[in-house]
């Protein structure tokens, strides 16, 4: 089974600031890597898929990048509503695709 | 509007048996995969089990067999059957759909979900 690391796990930092997420894969997936953010009380909610295509409706200010067994989520101008819990997701190996742990972006 | 909505989740006893259904509107589950995913109180995600579009369905591998996913094409509803439900199980329940992207058709994301059904194994 392919496993997705996320780092850091938790994460603080202040409006405006830029920040990155990290996913690594355990084996090597191309761009078969996707991202969602979760606010409390919420579903999940699709922000990248292929690893760097901006779902629809989603805001410029997150990219993503990465290919084989390394990516990132970047935001670079964090929103008061971007503070929510990010997990990256392999979609390599289906039919069951198995998500990070989460990084939970937290206000400085 | 595509929407996804959940209903079934409560409170059952371990041992006990659950159904839990996911009526879409806005398109058809019988040509789309469809997924139902958990996130246990505190934790991540898990994709729990998928029916295809041909009807092939799959599980993860925790459960054993003790659940069961169909569809029904004429109310446009997916269902989780849960049997033998054990503590580890409580959950909240997501129902997604898996989509295809259309320039790398074997990239396959959750675009849309529903708000969640919790169910609660406890005595």
């Known amino acids: 089974d392919i496993q997705v690391t996320q780092s850091p796990s938790s994460l603080s930092a202040s409006v405006g600031d830029r920040v990155t997420v990290t996913c690594r894969a355990s084996q090597t997936i191309s761009n078969y890597l996707n991202w969602y953010q979760q606010k409390p009380g919420n579903a999940p909610k699709l922000l990248i898929y292929?690893?760097?295509t901006l779902q629809s409706g989603v805001p410029s200010r997150f990219s993503g990048s990465g290919s084989g067994t390394h990516f990132t989520l970047t935001i670079s101008s964090l929103q008061p509503e971007d503070f929510a819990t990010y997990y990256c997701?392999?979609?390599?190996?289906?039919?069951?695709?198995?998500f990070g742990q989460g990084t939970k972006l937290e206000i400085k | 509007e595509l929407q996804l909505v959940e209903s079934g989740g409560g409170l059952i006893q371990p041992g006990g048996s659950l159904r839990l259904s996911c009526a879409a509107s806005g398109f058809a589950v019988s040509t789309n995969y469809m997924s139902w995913v958990r996130q246990a109180p505190g934790k991540g995600l898990e994709c729990v089990s998928v029916i295809f579009s041909g009807g092939d369905t799959y599980y993860a591998d925790s459960l054993k067999g003790r659940f069961t996913i169909s569809r029904d094409s004429s109310t446009n509803t997916v269902s989780l059957q849960m049997n033998s439900l054990r503590v580890e199980d409580t959950a909240v329940y997501y129902c997604?759909?898996?989509?295809?992207?259309?320039?790398?058709?074997?990239?396959?994301?959750?675009?849309?979900w529903g708000q969640g059904a919790l169910v609660t194994v406890s005595s």
């Open positions: 997604a759909r898996q989509t295809h992207s259309s320039t790398q058709p074997t990239l396959g994301y959750f675009d849309y």
């Open positions: 292929g690893a760097s």
């Open positions: 997701q392999q979609s390599y190996s289906p039919p069951m695709y198995s």
